[in-house]
């Protein structure tokens, strides 16, 4: 059998390189997304940075402990507890000691080099326990020198005057000295007094002593900590932060990697079936020379055994080469960190081999095991027309897919609707659909053929006739060219119309709860406005300012799971004039000091009911629910006041203007107090612009590398499907020509059923991005979130454009070079 199958391979190569690219390309890809994604298993470790010079440091606490029944439960806090002045002084008792403080930091002129999100401050005696030394200038002497953090040929040099804006105010200062950046942030250094005048808090001290004396010391204060050897580490600006980068790479790269190798499943099960179903005659002729069904099960498994090794073990050698460069170009595009690259992990290409043998080989087993049944004059016969029906063995498992993923819909939107908005759930609710529709594809195509193809089949001549009759009796190669048009399609419109629906609603919701006339945001993630312009703002008549501050709370649900939600600063009444909640039960107007307004996720959503939560600073109190908001897109969060804030500072003012008629008049004033202190204000209408865009920027770069990937992939597999089709039909082709007709009419026909196939591909996979928009936007709907259903023609159109072209090209190329042969000649040749 293996002698035969490999005598056949020769003899039909076209299908056998069709089926070996379509592997190779398959197993390619799965071995690429792999390999990126075992790469962000493990973050790079990192030993202590700011504070590697220093023997022992002292700060508040920075991670919740709390016990329950299954063990010790941790959480980070976004706001530890500031050195108390008091301890500081004891600390100095034992051994010298350096106070550090770290605050926000805006530069006008030019922005000293170095990394991180923003620029921060620091006093300059703490640089000796750091990394930082002086590479030119001297240390800052006067309240108005600064030393900051440059390479060579920055543009911030020694004896320059910049505007520096803080807390305290924005003044010009004079650079006095520059250190190396560490590679952990971005610094300016002023003098020890400057720094504790614009910050008076301590964030840490640096103590030179016995660890066990400033431990027996710190021990009576509550919520300190003191860190030594390797500990020192969590001093760092953000020392979790490689970790953290690598959290949004691992879910892009996880949803890639699901969404690649159902790509390549699908296309790679759809294509070598179709390659067997090709060979039906070539099966009827051995079962009437005496094979047995076992025999030719046999030499078809034998076949996909060799080209599923050898299409394998090249597609393993083209994700080695293929991991780097998307590894490289997600750097280049700011979705993973610039240290990302592969690592040396080997059971991605095992994986990747091992499922493309598996595919092959499933993929010739149900249409094998179908020829092997048939007997042989049958055989014979039914090579010539498909007749639609469906075995039980494809009607079962199709029906059990659609059933499944009906029942899952109906369940989430009953259930919890929010769970359709969530990328894992929209990203694998579409497969589903899609195998259940490829399966019953044989039932499908046909109405649809005769759908699409009513009105040219009016047309005068018989180019739509024939391209309607051909695509209906050729029920498994229209199935085979329009699988990947499908799976493309259905992706497409599915991802990137969620997405665009979801940030439509998240819009919508925005444009519905912010009343303000203006907002005023800190520039970086955590940092802090300005206290002159919170002053300031205040102090303009005629407007309404209401600031707010980003904390958070944490809670313990059901006694085992520390949950932390963000959460919002604010005054109760100053909220509710700039601002419309959606508020389901109690009212804003009770929120107080002893209170907190949930959402409809807490375990405890009853007004009135009090919950024990742990603040931001790691306090623990017992608050009273005095509102619940609904849901949502999940933006809904928590409320408490500014005294249960944890000691987070303001980065946000929202302004609403009394009377229309003062409203320019109070955007004059709020545009110079934006000036005067390095505050960005922004209308309304620009804030809703600019958040939309910050929201959705960075999901649809990640979704559209996904889409690049698999639909690079399925237009070469829709190509490559096209090309064995066309080659199998040369007989057919010739005696159309031994009709009378001409070359062109050929060559014409050969195109508009192209064209056919690829609409009704599209048709089937846009009833698919139907059935999951419509799921999206009635889980909106239970959510109360009223906005459109956003449709994204432009991807869609774009994708049936491209694969009409690759279609018709990959159909007329071959059929117009067969056709250069003897029409009396092709007709005469045998398969």
């Given at each position: 059998?293996?002698?035969?199958?490999?005598?056949?391979?020769?003899?039909?190569?076209?299908?056998?390189?069709g089926?070996?690219?379509?592997?190779?390309?398959?197993?390619?890809?799965?071995?690429?997304?792999?390999?990126?994604?075992?790469?962000?298993?493990?973050?790079?470790?990192?030993?202590?940075?700011?504070?590697?010079?220093?023997?022992?440091?002292?700060?508040?606490?920075?991670?919740?402990?709390?016990?329950?029944?299954?063990?010790?439960?941790?959480?980070?806090?976004?706001?530890?507890?500031?050195?108390?002045?008091?301890?500081?002084?004891?600390?100095?008792?034992?051994?010298?000691?350096?106070?550090d403080?770290?605050?926000?930091?805006?530069?006008?002129?030019?922005r000293?080099?170095?990394?991180?999100?923003?620029?921060?401050?620091?006093?300059?005696?703490?640089?000796?326990?750091?990394?930082?030394?002086?590479?030119?200038?001297?240390?800052?002497?006067?309240?108005?020198?600064?030393v900051?953090?440059?390479?060579?040929?920055?543009?911030?040099?020694?004896?320059?005057?910049?505007?520096?804006?803080?807390?305290?105010?924005?003044?010009?200062?004079?650079?006095?000295?520059?250190?190396?950046?560490?590679?952990?942030?971005?610094?300016?250094?002023?003098?020890?007094?400057?720094?504790?005048r614009?910050?008076?808090?301590?964030?840490?001290?640096?103590?030179?002593?016995?660890?066990?004396?400033?431990?027996?010391?710190?021990?009576r204060?509550?919520?300190?900590?003191?860190?030594?050897?390797?500990?020192?580490?969590?001093?760092?600006?953000?020392?979790?932060?490689?970790?953290e980068?690598?959290?949004?790479?691992?879910?892009?790269?996880?949803t890639?990697?699901?969404?690649?190798?159902?790509?390549?499943?699908?296309?790679?099960?759809?294509?070598?079936?179709?390659?067997?179903?090709?060979?039906?005659?070539?099966?009827?002729?051995?079962?009437?020379?005496?094979?047995?069904?076992?025999q030719?099960?046999?030499?078809?498994?034998?076949?996909?055994?060799?080209?599923?090794v050898?299409?394998?073990?090249?597609?393993?050698?083209?994700?080695?080469?293929?991991?780097?460069?998307?590894?490289?170009?997600?750097?280049?595009?700011?979705?993973?960190?610039?240290?990302?690259?592969?690592?040396?992990?080997?059971?991605?290409?095992?994986?990747?081999?091992?499922?493309?043998?598996?595919?092959?080989?499933?993929?010739?087993?149900?249409?094998?095991r179908?020829?092997?049944?048939?007997?042989?004059?049958?055989?014979?016969?039914?090579?010539?027309?498909?007749?639609?029906?469906?075995?039980?063995?494809?009607?079962?498992?199709?029906?059990?897919?659609?059933?499944?993923?009906?029942?899952?819909?109906?369940?989430?939107?009953?259930?919890?609707?929010?769970?359709?908005?969530?990328?894992?759930?929209?990203?694998t609710?579409?497969?589903?659909?899609?195998?259940?529709?490829?399966?019953?594809?044989?039932?499908?195509?046909?109405?649809?053929?005769?759908?699409?193809?009513?009105?040219?089949?009016?047309?005068?001549g018989?180019?739509?006739?024939?391209?309607?009759?051909?695509?209906?009796?050729?029920?498994?190669?229209?199935?085979?060219?329009?699988?990947?048009?499908?799976?493309?399609?259905?992706?497409?419109a599915?991802?990137?119309?969620?997405?665009?629906?979801?940030?439509?609603?998240?819009?919508?919701?925005?444009?519905?709860?912010?009343?303000?006339?203006?907002?005023?945001?800190?520039?970086?993630?955590?940092?802090?406005?300005?206290?002159?312009?919170?002053?300031?703002?205040?102090?303009?008549?005629?407007?309404?300012?209401?600031?707010?501050?980003?904390?958070?709370?944490?809670?313990?649900?059901?006694?085992?799971?520390?949950?932390?939600?963000?959460?919002?600063?604010?005054?109760?009444?100053?909220?509710?004039?700039?601002?419309?909640?959606?508020?389901?039960?109690?009212?804003?107007?009770?929120?107080?000091?002893?209170?907190?307004?949930?959402?409809?996720?807490?375990?405890?959503?009853?007004?009135?009911?009090?919950?024990?939560?742990?603040?931001?600073?790691?306090?623990?109190?017992?608050?009273?629910?005095?509102?619940?908001?609904?849901?949502?897109?999940?933006?809904?969060?928590?409320?408490?006041?500014?005294?249960?804030?944890?000691?987070?500072?303001?980065?946000?003012?929202?302004?609403?203007?009394?009377?229309?008629?003062?409203?320019?008049?109070?955007?004059?004033?709020?545009?110079?107090?934006?000036?005067?202190?390095?505050?960005?204000?922004?209308?309304?209408?620009?804030?809703?612009?600019?958040?939309?865009?910050?929201?959705g920027?960075?999901?649809?770069?990640?979704?559209?590398?996904?889409?690049?990937?698999?639909?690079?992939?399925?237009?070469?597999?829709?190509?490559?499907?096209?090309?064995?089709?066309?080659?199998?039909?040369?007989?057919?082709?010739?005696?159309?020509?031994?009709?009378?007709?001409?070359?062109?009419?050929?060559?014409?026909?050969?195109?508009?059923?192209?064209?056919?196939?690829?609409?009704?591909?599209?048709?089937?996979?846009?009833?698919?991005?139907a059935?999951?928009?419509?799921?999206?936007?009635?889980?909106?709907?239970?959510?109360?979130?009223?906005?459109?259903?956003?449709?994204?023609?432009?991807?869609?159109?774009?994708?049936?454009?491209?694969?009409?072209?690759?279609?018709?090209?990959?159909?007329?190329?071959p059929?117009?070079?067969?056709?250069?042969?003897?029409?009396?000649?092709?007709?005469?040749?045998?398969?």
């Amino acid at each position: 059998m293996l002698s035969l199958a490999l005598r056949g391979m020769r003899t039909r190569w076209v299908t056998f390189v069709g089926s070996f690219l379509a592997l190779a390309l398959g197993v390619g890809i799965v071995a690429t997304t792999g390999m990126a994604l075992a790469a962000t298993f493990d973050a790079p470790r990192h030993g202590p940075e700011r504070f590697a010079a220093a023997s022992v440091v002292v700060r508040g606490e920075d991670r919740l402990r709390v016990r329950t029944p299954i063990g010790v439960r941790t959480r980070e806090l976004t706001s530890p507890r500031s050195v108390p002045a008091e301890l500081s002084a004891a600390l100095a008792g034992l051994g010298p000691t350096v106070e550090d403080r770290t605050f926000s930091v805006s530069v006008g002129d030019a922005r000293p080099d170095g990394d991180g999100e923003g620029t921060v401050g620091h006093p300059w005696p703490v640089a000796a326990a750091t990394p930082y030394r002086l590479a030119a200038g001297r240390a800052p002497v006067t309240a108005g020198e600064i030393v900051v953090t440059a390479r060579d040929g920055s543009d911030v040099r020694t004896g320059d005057r910049i505007t520096v804006a803080t807390g305290a105010g924005t003044t010009r200062r004079t650079v006095v000295g520059t250190v190396r950046p560490a590679g952990f942030e971005t610094a300016v250094f002023f003098t020890a007094a400057e720094a504790a005048r614009i910050s008076p808090e301590i964030d840490a001290v640096v103590v030179d002593a016995d660890p066990a004396a400033v431990r027996a010391l710190v021990g009576r204060e509550d919520r300190m900590t003191v860190l030594t050897g390797d500990d020192r580490r969590r001093a760092d600006p953000d020392p979790d932060r490689d970790a953290e980068a690598l959290v949004s790479v691992n879910a892009l790269l996880g949803t890639a990697a699901g969404i690649t190798a159902f790509v390549s499943v699908f296309v790679v099960a759809s294509t070598f079936s179709f390659a067997v179903a090709q060979r039906r005659r070539e099966f009827g002729l051995l079962r009437t020379a005496g094979a047995t069904p076992g025999q030719v099960r046999r030499m078809v498994y034998a076949e996909a055994v060799v080209i599923g090794v050898l299409a394998s073990a090249a597609g393993c050698r083209l994700g080695v080469l293929g991991a780097p460069r998307l590894a490289s170009w997600m750097v280049g595009e700011g979705i993973a960190p610039r240290w990302f690259a592969i690592g040396d992990q080997n059971w991605p290409l095992y994986t990747a081999f091992w499922t493309g043998l598996a595919v092959a080989l499933a993929g010739a087993v149900a249409a094998s095991r179908r020829a092997g049944r048939v007997g042989p004059a049958e055989a014979l016969r039914e090579s010539a027309v498909d007749s639609g029906s469906m075995p039980l063995s494809r009607v079962l498992p199709g029906a059990a897919v659609l059933l499944t993923g009906a029942v899952l819909l109906v369940l989430a939107l009953v259930q919890d609707p929010g769970s359709l908005l969530k990328r894992k759930t929209y990203v694998t609710q579409p497969m589903l659909f899609i195998v259940g529709f490829a399966l019953f594809a044989p039932v499908l195509v046909r109405p649809v053929i005769r759908l699409l193809t009513w009105l040219p089949a009016q047309l005068p001549g018989a180019t739509g006739v024939l391209a309607r009759e051909n695509a209906s009796t050729g029920l498994r190669r229209t199935s085979a060219v329009a699988a990947p048009v499908i799976v493309t399609v259905a992706l497409a419109a599915s991802l990137m119309g969620t997405t665009a629906t979801l940030d439509e609603a998240r819009a919508t919701e925005a444009r519905t709860q912010v009343t303000a006339d203006f907002v005023v945001m800190a520039d970086d993630e955590g940092g802090a406005l300005p206290p002159q312009f919170v002053e300031r703002a205040r102090r303009i008549p005629g407007a309404v300012v209401s600031v707010s501050r980003s904390t958070s709370v944490t809670v313990l649900e059901e006694g085992t799971a520390l949950v932390t939600s963000e959460a919002r600063a604010v005054d109760p009444a100053d909220a509710a004039a700039v601002s419309a909640l959606p508020v389901v039960a109690g009212s804003l107007a009770g929120l107080d000091d002893d209170s907190i307004v949930v959402n409809e996720e807490w375990m405890t959503t009853t007004v009135g009911e009090r919950v024990g939560v742990w603040l931001a600073d790691g306090r623990k109190v017992t608050l009273r629910v005095a509102a619940v908001l609904s849901t949502g897109t999940g933006n809904n969060g928590v409320y408490v006041t500014p005294r249960n804030a944890g000691g987070a500072a303001a980065d946000r003012v929202d302004v609403k203007v009394i009377e229309d008629t003062r409203r320019s008049a109070v955007g004059a004033q709020l545009a110079t107090a934006g000036r005067v202190t390095g505050a960005e204000v922004a209308t309304r209408a620009g804030w809703l612009a600019a958040d939309h865009r910050q929201s959705g920027g960075n999901t649809r770069l990640g979704l559209l590398m996904i889409l690049l990937i698999a639909l690079v992939y399925t237009g070469i597999a829709l190509a490559n499907t096209q090309v064995m089709a066309t080659a199998d039909r040369v007989r057919d082709l010739a005696v159309l020509r031994l009709a009378g007709a001409t070359k062109a009419q050929v060559l014409r026909l050969v195109g508009v059923e192209a064209l056919v196939v690829v609409a009704v591909g599209a048709v089937l996979g846009g009833a698919v991005a139907a059935l999951n928009l419509l799921g999206v936007r009635t889980a909106l709907g239970r959510l109360d979130v009223h906005s459109a259903v956003v449709a994204p023609w432009g991807t869609i159109g774009s994708v049936v454009a491209v694969s009409a072209l690759l279609s018709v090209v990959f159909a007329v190329l071959p059929a117009s070079l067969a056709l250069r042969t003897r029409p009396v000649e092709l007709a005469g040749t045998r398969e």
